[in-house]
């Protein structure tokens, strides 16, 4: 069981915009800065496409960004593309030293 | 580019220690503003941070580990080699997972390895 909580799967058709979110607590989502998203296709490394809540490494296209309400982080994709289908997650600082992870959404496209 | 290459046997028996070496290029695992990162994913405990260690100065390293983990794990930063390994020790059926490590940078993991599967089994 995840520490913070997102949905299984989203979906949507491409070009349409799509939002995952991720739950947490006023203990790690909600106090922290330390929020970032990960886009995952099976057998390759995850890679980071937001940083710090709503930052984008360079590289990654500004279709994709972040944001933050109360405990709730959200990664939105705008205009999805067919190469956007993949698994998501997202991580967060918690206090003590400690970090969590979402349990990851499959995003399809249809 | 920061590249890390895995590197570990996939099977491992029970009660056992697990243990893992990823290889950085493109960095030092002595670099004061990073963190070197062990993560699993399985199916039925999801994604989970294990630990990190870190370089803090004059030769002294910090380290952190997940509370579940605490007991059984150690991250070891190796200087001559450029590399950090993973060992879990007393391994159960449970420990079978993918196992990542990563790069930690400003709050977040931002170089993977692309992962390595170890079953525990007899």
């Known amino acids: 069981q995840s520490a913070l909580t997102q949905p299984a799967s989203v979906s949507g058709s491409p070009g349409q915009s799509i939002t995952v979110s991720c739950t947490g607590t006023?203990?790690?989502?909600?106090?922290?800065?330390?929020v970032s998203w990960y886009q995952h296709h099976p057998g390759r490394a995850p890679k980071l496409i937001i940083s710090?809540?709503?930052n984008r490494p360079s590289g990654v296209p500004d279709r994709f960004s972040g944001s933050r309400s109360g405990n709730t982080a959200s990664l939105t994709i705008s205009g999805l593309q067919p190469e956007d289908e993949a698994h998501y997650f997202c991580?967060?600082?918690?206090?003590?030293?400690?970090?969590?992870f979402g349990g990851g959404t499959r995003v399809s496209v249809l | 580019q920061v590249q890390l290459q895995q590197s570990g046997p996939g099977l491992v028996k029970p009660s056992q220690t697990l243990s893992l070496t990823c290889a950085i290029s493109?960095?030092?695992?002595?670099?004061?503003?990073?963190?070197w990162n062990w993560i699993r994913q399985s199916p039925s405990r999801g994604l989970e941070w294990l630990g990190r260690?870190?370089?803090?100065?004059?030769?002294?390293?910090?380290?952190e580990y997940a509370v579940s983990m605490k007991s059984r794990i150690t991250i070891s930063p190796d200087t001559s080699k450029n590399q950090f390994s993973l060992h879990v020790n007393s391994v159960i059926p449970d420990d079978t997972a993918v196992y990542y490590c990563?790069?930690?940078?400003?709050?977040?993991?931002?170089?993977w390895g692309r992962g390595t599967l170890v079953a525990v089994s007899s």
């Open positions: 990563a790069r930690g940078s400003a709050g977040a993991l931002d170089f």
């Open positions: 493109g960095d030092s695992v002595s670099g004061n503003t990073v963190s």
């Open positions: 260690t870190f370089y803090r100065s004059r030769s002294e390293w910090s380290y």
């Open positions: 006023s203990s790690d989502v909600g106090l922290y800065n330390y």
């Open positions: 710090e809540v709503n």
């Open positions: 991580f967060s600082y918690r206090a003590s030293s400690t970090w969590v």
